[in-house]
């Protein structure tokens, strides 16, 4: 399944989640597999922040590529690094 199953899914959860009438058993059984995709989806989410890369304009007009993790260096106005 894809992130945007993951979503989709969830979406639909709540949305059955939210409807009057939704048996106890049928609740839990929505809220366990809603449970189980938050999960799968947030971990997908960290797996591709890892992968993003900012892309910066150096101050000779290049652009270059920097982890995001470096984004938030401290002292650097939230560009990250030395520019």
Same mark, same amino acid.
């Given at each position: 399944?894809?992130? =945007?199953?993951?979503? !989709?899914?969830?979406?639909?959860? !709540?949305? +059955?989640?939210?409807? =009057? %009438?939704? !048996?106890?058993?049928?609740?839990?059984?929505?809220? +366990? /597999?809603? #449970?189980?995709?938050?999960?799968? !989806?947030?971990?997908?989410?960290?797996?591709? +922040?890892?992968? #993003?890369?900012?892309?910066? /304009?150096? #101050?000779?007009? #290049?652009?270059?590529?920097?982890?995001?993790?470096?984004? %938030?260096?401290?002292?650097? %106005?939230?560009?990250?690094?030395?520019?």
């Amino acid at each position: 399944m894809t992130f =945007e199953d993951d979503v !989709a899914r969830l979406e639909a959860i !709540a949305a +059955e989640l939210g409807t =009057e %009438g939704v !048996a106890l058993d049928r609740a839990l059984e929505l809220f +366990e /597999e809603g #449970v189980s995709r938050l999960r799968r !989806a947030s971990a997908e989410l960290v797996r591709v +922040e890892s992968q #993003v890369a900012l892309l910066v /304009e150096q #101050v000779d007009g #290049v652009f270059a590529l920097r982890p995001l993790r470096d984004a %938030g260096a401290p002292g650097d %106005g939230g560009l990250g690094g030395r520019t």
